[in-house]
């Protein structure tokens, strides 16, 4: 790993520090930003996005995907429920996930391609 270069003055830059401050996330907004990025933290979550990408599934598809069990795949789905970044329609007494909008793909898509950078 390479060692970051710090800074060894203690020179501060009113200019661009005054440029910076109103463009600072407010405590709630950061807040928010952090947690919504935390429902990816989980390699369990990234596997269900990713068979998410591909088709709705119920939660017994995507247990046999991803060889979980049914409790495992539903908590996960009430996690994304609550983060807004999947839904739900109901088919008999099927019911069937898919992704809330597009932007959770492009979210996806873009964090896989920042790590596949060399």
Do not use: W
């Not at 020179?11 to 907004?29: E, F, G, M, R, Y």
């Not at 947690?35 to 119920?58: G, H, N, Q």
């Not at 839904?87 to 597009?102: H, N």
Request: charged residues 25%.
């Amino acid at each position: 790993m390479k060692e970051i270069e710090t800074c060894t003055c203690s020179i501060i830059h009113d200019d661009i520090v005054q440029k910076v401050i109103p463009s600072i996330l407010n405590d709630d907004k950061a807040s928010d930003l952090a947690s919504f990025f935390k429902v990816f933290s989980d390699p369990t979550r990234i596997k269900i996005l990713s068979a998410l990408f591909i088709s709705e599934m119920c939660v017994c598809d995507l247990a046999a995907s991803l060889n979980m069990t049914h409790s495992a795949i539903s908590h996960q789905l009430r996690t994304f429920k609550a983060a807004k970044l999947v839904k739900s329609r109901k088919e008999g007494k099927v019911v069937y996930y898919s992704l809330a909008d597009t932007h959770i793909q492009q979210i996806f898509h873009q964090g896989y391609e920042h790590i596949c950078e060399d």
